[in-house]
């Protein structure tokens, strides 16, 4: 695998000078809308795990729809509601019928986590690349266009958060993490769990997503190492939330995390001992 930490791309070389700012009366911040790519992807399939995040996805979902026709010839959004109590997945079929966007929700009854959300999500996707990142807007979607001319030489691309806007306790616990990737995994990419990638479907369809935590980011790039896929990161804005409420980084998830990450190393661990003894 060949990994590339640092590629030198500038977010202001890809958006341009003349790049749109679009205001939405319901956006927390102002939008930037992307040239379209001299060479655009065929297909684009984009996950979103969703948990309560209506006042979101009223100008996130909008938004998408400016960005995705500029980096691919044909996209879909794959809304995934997470057991939300706020009509999340109903608001986002209402708005996708309005714009005319290729939109399904897949649908949890109950509360099931992120690492199923977002696994869910990815099983469902049909065109050639398919990508992820949060509806809470935390990440600009307009920054997939930095990650998909790094497809040109990779296979599997993510970003990592230039400065990270999360409470103090996130920040922490994702250090803590990373390393443990280093040492149990020897797993040398930054910021494994930051929540804006993209990669061929097919790579998806080789493999079986396992995990049930946030550790499913971190799963990704290890089977994609294993897998001798080209991998590549670069540098990514991340926002403060302005909207909705975080439901992250409680004791309860983040001690799953952990366990989790510790028996996927031994599971990992006994199928190479049962590989080399065939």
Known sequence: MRVGTDAVVSRADVLGPSCALVLSAAAPRRLPVPEPLARPLSGLSLVLPCHN??????????????????????????????????????????????????????????????????????????????????????????????????????????????????????????????????????????????????????????????SRSALMNAELYIKAQRAGLRVAQLPVPHHPRQMGVRSGARPRAILRAIKELLLFRIRLARRGRSSASR
């Open 53 to 210: 995040e209506s006042d979101n996805l009223r100008w996130l979902l909008p938004h998408i729809a400016e960005v995705m026709p500029r980096l691919a010839e044909r996209y879909e959004v794959i809304v995934v509601d997470d057991g939300s109590s706020d009509g999340s997945g109903p608001l986002a079929e209402t708005i996708a019928a309005e714009l005319g966007m290729e939109l399904r929700v897949i649908r949890h009854e109950t509360k099931s986590g992120y690492g199923v959300t977002v696994a869910d999500g990815l099983r469902a996707t049909r065109l050639e690349y398919s990508a992820f990142t949060d509806a809470d807007g935390q990440f600009e979607v307009a920054d997939f266009a930095l990650l998909v001319p790094l497809l040109d030489r990779a296979d599997f691309v993510g970003g990592w958060r230039e400065e990270r806007n999360d409470a103090a306790m996130r920040s922490v616990v994702s250090f803590i993490f990373n390393t443990l990737l280093r040492v149990l995994y020897g797993l040398r990419v930054r910021d494994a769990d930051c929540a804006l990638k993209i990669m061929r479907t097919d790579f998806l369809r080789s493999i079986d997503i396992e």
